[in-house]
């Protein structure tokens, strides 16, 4: 059955600080991916979207992701963090059945402190 | 460009009564879908659509309903409810069964 792991339900990191969140999948094809924001009481947010070509995928905001098939990872990053950077981020894999459903992570929160 | 819009924001119900949550989009996608949003489990897919008459049971169908009459609407429906139904609902859309999904701001239902 397809997954979607996200390791770090919580990080901290300073402002002006890198930030890297880990995304762990399972899926018996080559997937198509994403990466989605949710500031508060906000619905989610496209941040960018891996599907095939570089593995290297460069997104809005400043966030890149690499997808590496041997770790079967898809790792969001942003080298320097600013304070508008705090939100939820959840990882996206699909569509996972012929009728196009996605799979979410449960989600890892970004605090940035100052 | 008004895009995903759900109704209401916030709703309160008490246990037993019934309501639909309103979704509709403006972008003529084929697939929608409803999910649930609870702290800890990430979203989880309640039911979906690939297009107007066709709809399907995802993760968490039990308790709701879902129609598809039109290609821009697709309300959910809670027969019955229960505070295990309290969450935010999110309604999202798509152009096909490949492209991003395009949410909703949510629907922040509490079953008292």
């Known amino acids: 059955a397809q997954s979607v792991t996200q390791p770090d339900i919580h990080i901290t990191v300073s402002e002006g600080a890198s930030l890297e969140l880990r995304c762990n999948y399972s899926y018996g094809a080559t997937p198509y991916l994403f990466w989605y924001v949710q500031s508060p009481g906000q619905g989610l947010q496209l941040l960018l979207k891996y599907f095939s070509g570089d593995t290297l995928v460069q997104g809005i905001k400043g966030f890149e992701a690499e997808f590496k098939r041997s770790q079967s990872s898809f790792n969001l990053r942003k080298p320097s963090v600013h304070w508008s950077d705090a939100a939820e981020y959840f990882c996206?894999?699909?569509?996972?059945?012929?009728?196009?459903?996605?799979?979410f992570g449960a989600g890892t929160q970004v605090v940035v402190t100052p | 460009n008004a895009g995903v819009t759900q109704t209401p924001k916030f709703q309160v119900l008490k246990t037993g009564q019934s309501m639909t949550l309103q979704c509709a989009q403006d972008m003529n996608h084929e697939y929608m879908s409803w999910y649930r949003q609870d702290p800890g489990m990430g979203l989880r897919l309640i039911h979906y659509s690939v297009g107007a008459g066709i709809t399907d049971q995802g993760e968490v169908p039990n308790g709701y309903n879902v129609s598809r009459s039109t290609t821009e609407d697709f309300p959910l429906r809670l027969l019955s409810a229960a505070p295990s139904q309290t969450s935010v609902y999110f309604c999202a859309s798509s152009y096909d069964r490949w492209s991003p999904q395009h949410f909703g701001d949510g629907t922040r239902l509490s079953i008292l």
């Open positions: 996206a894999v699909g569509p996972t059945d012929s009728w196009g459903k996605f799979q």
